[in-house]
């Protein structure tokens, strides 16, 4: 499979994105990191050095000895310079090294060395020393590629600063998140939603809230970037005055505020939210990325598409990000509403790239969405009617009159009710029920 066909990124356009580039970084929680993954390591083998960190927290001298290795299997005894100087454990020496031995390696053809995992790489000043004497030692053509779980700001943000690196998956989002270049630095805040709920700051994961009530009210906070005091309360402390629920709710508020500005600076405060006429809007001293946010700017892109093409790579986007139901571990009123409604977006999503592949005469394709469709609302009879006449079409009657009967078993115990008449008479069209 191509990485045009899973990331709706054409090579051209991939390609010029790391041109001249020493850097390039796939960013972690990416759809398309694993068709970038592949491409790299499509590479010409003899160009391509490849070293994967198996083991979390190792310590920069362990892991340049792996690449070390990987180096020599290339091409015997080309890491004498790095190997000589990770004997004097001077993060810059190896830095310049490695450069120099990459540069010899080179013979004037385009080298990649590929670290894999580096999230596993101990972060400390030590790698920031090596990284900075890296690259600003690299030869030209030569490029370095990072994968990885997670990363945070350091090294990387005066890198990109400098014109020297790119970030690979980022593509479909407003900017480059936690690497987008800002003149007054501000702490980027990636939130994900679907599934157990996730919150980096700068790459790096909350895991301590202090409590369940700051997590949820965070995430409220996030899904309502527009609410009055009155809302917030009645959602949370309906049944406390006025007074009580003020004081709990600036509690709960500086806790988040809190779990935020340990990530950045515990001697600053960044708060979520700022006061505003009257609404609790997003604050402007965090930058955001919600992966909510992106899904029905998605959605709603589809809609208005003007193009078939258009609105299936919009559509693609959207039933990508929608990897889980929203909030998992949340069971509050307010979240399980805001999931239902996120699950119908989802749904219809699917549904709507269906008809486009059935338009197209593509049966198969429009079957598999017409049937993630049914996966999460088993109940909507006007689906399982999709895929009976798709069965229809490809002459299978046994499979169109099966999907029938499982029909009238959900909707027997579901709504105790048969199937609507039209789906019947559908039924009774099947030539083995003539």
Same mark, same amino acid.
């Given at each position: 499979m191509s990485v045009e066909h899973v990331t709706g990124v054409q090579l051209e356009q991939f390609r010029a994105c790391i041109q001249d580039k020493k850097v390039v970084i796939l960013y972690p929680r990416s759809n398309v990191r694993n068709a970038f993954l592949a491409h790299f390591l499509q590479f010409d083998a003899s160009r391509l050095v490849y070293c994967h960190l198996t083991r979390p927290n190792t310590p920069l001298e362990i892991w340049l000895t792996m690449l070390a290795d990987a180096l020599d299997r290339v091409q015997a005894g080309i890491s004498a310079n790095?190997?000589?100087?990770?004997?004097?454990?001077?993060?810059?020496?190896?830095?310049?090294?490695?450069?120099?031995?990459?540069?010899?390696?080179?013979?004037?053809?385009?080298?990649?060395?590929?670290?894999? !995992?580096?999230?596993?790489?101990?972060?400390?000043? !030590?790698?920031?020393?090596?990284?900075?004497?890296?690259?600003?030692?690299?030869?030209?053509?030569?490029?370095?590629?990072?994968?990885?779980?997670?990363?945070?700001?350091?090294?990387?943000?005066?890198?990109?600063?400098?014109?020297?690196?790119?970030?690979? $998956?980022?593509?479909?989002?407003?900017?480059?998140?936690?690497?987008?270049?800002?003149?007054?630095?501000?702490?980027?805040?990636?939130?994900?939603?679907? $599934?157990?709920?996730?919150?980096?700051?700068?790459?790096?994961?909350?895991?301590?809230?202090?409590g369940a009530l700051p997590r949820n009210l965070f995430f409220y906070l996030m899904d309502?970037?527009?609410?009055?005091?009155?809302?917030?309360?009645?959602?949370?402390?309906?049944?406390?005055?006025?007074?009580?629920?003020?004081?709990?709710?600036?509690?709960?508020?500086?806790?988040?505020?809190?779990?935020?500005?340990?990530?950045?600076?515990?001697?600053?405060?960044?708060?979520?939210?700022?006061?505003?006429?009257?609404?609790?809007?997003?604050?402007?001293?965090?930058?955001?990325?919600?992966?909510?946010?992106?899904?029905?700017?998605?959605?709603?892109?589809?809609?208005? !598409?003007?193009?078939?093409?258009?609105?299936?790579?919009?559509?693609?986007?959207?039933?990508?990000?929608?990897?889980?139901?929203?909030?998992?571990?949340?069971?509050?009123?307010w979240s399980?509403?805001?999931?239902?409604?996120?699950?119908y977006a989802y749904v219809q999503s699917l549904v709507s790239m269906a008809r486009l592949h059935k338009r197209n005469y593509d049966w198969q394709s429009a079957l598999g969405y017409f049937t993630r469709a049914l996966q999460a609302i088993p109940e909507r009879e006007d689906i399982h009617r999709e895929v009976m006449n798709i069965y229809l079409q490809q002459n299978r009657y046994e499979d169109a009159a099966h999907q029938y009967r499982v029909l009238e078993v959900i909707v027997n115990e579901t709504f105790q009710i048969e199937p609507d008449p039209e789906t019947r008479e559908l039924f009774e069209s099947i030539p083995s029920n003539r």
């Open positions: 790095l190997r000589e100087a990770l004997t004097t454990g001077d993060p810059l020496q190896m830095g310049e090294a490695l450069a120099t031995d990459l540069s010899v390696h080179q013979n004037d053809q385009t080298v990649k060395v590929f670290i894999d !995992a580096f999230d596993h790489a101990r972060s400390n000043d !030590a790698l920031r020393q090596f990284i900075n004497a890296l690259v600003g030692a690299l030869a030209s053509g030569i490029q370095l590629v990072f994968s990885g779980r997670s990363f945070s700001r350091d090294p990387w943000y005066e890198i990109l600063h400098a014109g020297e690196l790119c970030v690979l $998956g980022t593509e479909n989002r407003e900017n480059d998140v936690m690497f987008a270049y800002e003149a007054q630095k501000r702490p980027q805040l990636e939130v994900y939603a679907f $599934g157990r709920g996730h919150v980096l700051v700068n790459g790096e994961e909350i895991v301590q809230w202090d309502h970037p527009l609410a009055t005091r009155d809302e917030i309360f009645e959602v949370f402390w309906p049944n406390l005055d006025v007074k009580e629920a003020t004081n709990v709710f600036h509690v709960t508020k500086r806790k988040i505020g809190e779990r935020i500005s340990m990530m950045v600076d515990a001697s600053d405060n960044y708060e979520l939210t700022q006061y505003k006429h009257g609404f609790y809007i997003p604050s402007e001293k965090v930058r955001r990325h919600y992966d909510v946010t992106e899904f029905l700017s998605a959605v709603e892109q589809a809609a208005l !598409a003007s193009s078939d093409q258009m609105e299936q790579s919009h559509l693609k986007r959207a039933i990508d990000l929608y990897k889980y139901p929203f909030l998992t571990t949340v069971t509050t009123p399980v509403k805001r999931a239902e409604q996120l699950k």
